[in-house]
């Protein structure tokens, strides 16, 4: 077993998005790490019911994250960006609710000027 004494990035100053330092490549060929490297934000609703009434509210707030997300990705030039919503456990019984925000997230990602 192969066992590791420092980090890849031992530096924070060496961290940087869009190309792995150090890819590992296993016995077996398969690489980790050897293509692009995109920043990732997970989306996570603050403690709240998510409900028939209270749905335009989180509707609201996962607009405004990913609009400011997707303004600040445009900001720092990234070629890209992982984006995750935190599911719902409701939206496993209420699919309706998963299509309304994945349509907010690809209507936001849409206008999305890119220079």
Same mark, same amino acid.
Request: glycine share 6%; net charge negative; with cysteine.
């Given at each position: 077993?192969?066992?590791?004494?420092e980090?890849?990035?031992?530096?924070? #100053?060496?961290?940087?998005? %869009?190309?792995? &330092?150090? &890819?590992?490549?296993?016995?077996?060929?398969?690489?980790? %790490?050897?293509? *692009?490297?995109?920043?990732?934000?997970?989306f996570?609703? &603050?403690?709240?019911?998510?409900?028939?009434?209270?749905?335009?509210?989180?509707?609201?707030?996962?607009?405004?994250?990913?609009?400011?997300?997707?303004?600040?990705?445009?900001?720092?030039?990234?070629?890209?960006?992982?984006?995750?919503?935190?599911?719902? &456990?409701?939206?496993? *019984?209420?699919?309706?609710? %998963? #299509?309304?925000?994945? #349509?907010?997230?690809?209507?936001?990602?849409? %206008?999305?000027?890119?220079?």
């Amino acid at each position: 077993m192969v066992t590791f004494s420092e980090l890849a990035v031992s530096d924070l #100053a060496d961290f940087y998005f %869009g190309v792995c &330092p150090k &890819p590992l490549t296993l016995d077996n060929g398969l690489k980790i %790490g050897g293509g *692009l490297v995109y920043p990732e934000l997970n989306f996570t609703l &603050p403690d709240m019911h998510i409900n028939r009434e209270t749905m335009s509210e989180v509707c609201k707030r996962y607009r405004q994250m990913i609009t400011e997300a997707a303004q600040r990705a445009v900001e720092l030039q990234q070629d890209g960006l992982v984006v995750e919503f935190e599911l719902l &456990p409701d939206l496993t *019984l209420q699919p309706e609710w %998963g #299509a309304e925000v994945t #349509a907010i997230l690809r209507e936001v990602l849409d %206008g999305v000027e890119v220079a």
